[in-house]
């Protein structure tokens, strides 16, 4: 990011904190509980949003080398993500094209050839059909169009987008707009990933994204996690499209103050979240990421998986070590060996807060939303990413926009 963006990022945060407001949409909504247990709009959020939408299935570091593969199953269509021989990132229906079955059944590895289980009828990473075992009994089958089916797939800035409509065009510089630079500003392509956990819980996918969407919460629910590093009640929030950003600080931003603003990295002091909709956070910091994917269960709109992946950019953070790079006071000391050893423990912490406290909130609106008894809920002033969501979706499937309390 800009380091005069981040200047002015800190400014205004710390504005906030010293004057004791938070941001201000200047209206509230009113929410209609329908749209997290509704059949018929889950359907319709199904086919727009999962099977016919560009889909963020990673970053560059899941296929960190020539023959790297990685399977994905949670929007719908089965994906192979594969890097070729060339280096080349490329996506097909995990599927073969004899009797459909899976060519790959782990999640991730390195192989140059996938071979059907079922009857042994084997693909290259490239998405070639190489060989039919028995040809001469199964009878001829033109090779140069019976490959794995390939979907749109591009790696841009080190991230992994797939759309799963073969037809489709997928073009991520106009899909991010104004994000697409500021996104390509951080490290994310030399990032390795460190560490994945699912959450699977009952509570509809648009409230496990609302979860994201406001700090209003973070001293009240996480008074014991969260609420001791950051202070809430304060945000810094910015539509870019149907994504946006938001930023809210951290007890760093003391240390902040006592450096000239050449000095100020927002990474120090805040939580940087990238919501690209409809069901992506991406937390950036100078040298790791948190992607959180959220997927509804499409048999159930009450049910959502979430996938939370970590990743880290070792080489990158020593050598800022190593030339001391914008060095910190000593009570903002940064360790990135601290930070390396802790990246297992912090994924803990995260996928704990996220699954013991907010979806644990989640799942009891779900309760009180299926019980059909309370119609609406209210959306505040200070939680404008709420509004910019929920706006956005029901805009995109034609309904009417949220109403003014
Ligand atoms: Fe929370």
Known sequence: ???????????????????GKNVDAGVQYKMPTSSYVCPATAAREQQEFFLNHPQLIGLSGDLPKPGSFLTIDDFGVPILATRDKTGQFRAFLNACRHRSVKVAQEERGTKHV????????????????????????FGAIDKSCNGLIALPAVEQSGMLWVHPNPDAQLDVSELLGGLAAELASFSM?????VGQTTINKALNWKLANDTFGETYHFGKLHKD????????????FAEFGRHHRFVTANHGMEAMRSLPEAQWDIARCTFVLYHLFPNV??????????????????????RSTTQISFYFAPELAEEANDVGDAPAPKADAYSFQQERASLSASLEVFKSTVENEDYVMGEMQQRAAESGLLKEIIFGRNEPALHHFHNNYREALGQPLLEKL
């Open 189 to 193: 392509p030399s990032q390795i990933a």
């Open 1 to 19: 990011m800009q380091h005069d963006l981040q200047v002015a990022i800190i400014k205004e945060l710390m504005t906030q904190l010293d004057e």
């Open 281 to 302: 956070q991406l937390i950036t910091s100078r040298f790791s990421t948190t992607l959180i994917r959220i997927y509804p269960d499409k048999d159930n709109p009450g």
């Open 225 to 236: 996690t969260l609420g001791r590093l950051y202070y809430g009640n304060n945000l810094h």
């Open 114 to 137: 996938f071979t059907c289980p079922f009857h042994h009828w084997s693909y290259a990473n490239s998405g070639e059909l190489m060989t039919i075992p028995n040809n001469d009994h």
